[in-house]
Nanobody, 111 residues
Framework: QVQLVESGGGLVQPGGSLRLSCAASGVTFSINVMGWYRQAPGKQRELVARIFSGGSTIYADSVKGRFTISRDNAKNTVYLQMDSLKPEDTAVYYC?????WGQGTQVTVSS
């Protein structure tokens, strides 16, 4: 079992920044891929970014150049730095590690 605890969400104005964190505990040695997903009201959950244990990354086209995913393998933690935020980035953001999900953290971009 893997437990994931997210933090860092909140309310931010358009153009602002937020940093999300996701700390994994439990059976973490088997985790290769960690990622962030988001789900806006009335929409399906979608991939935001993914990072592999070796450091390679994948981003959704909608966030390329604005979001940066990183991980600290020693701390079993993955981060999502979100810059130049737009109202359409408003969603609940979920951390995923293997088949495990976090509880989600709300990100609201509004003036």
């Amino acid at each position: 079992q893997v437990q994931l605890v997210e933090s860092g969400g909140g309310l931010v104005q358009p153009g602002g920044s937020l940093r999300l964190s996701c700390a994994a505990s439990g059976v973490t040695f088997s985790i290769n891929v960690m990622g962030w997903y988001r789900q806006a009201p009335g929409k399906q959950r979608e991939l935001v970014a993914r990072i592999f244990s070796g450091g390679s990354t994948i981003y959704a086209d909608s966030v390329k150049g604005r979001f940066t995913i990183s991980r600290d393998n020693a701390k079993n933690t993955v981060y999502l730095q979100m810059d130049s935020l737009k109202p359409e980035d408003t969603a609940v953001y979920y951390c995923r590690a293997s088949s495990f999900w976090g509880q989600g953290t709300q990100v609201t971009v509004s003036s």
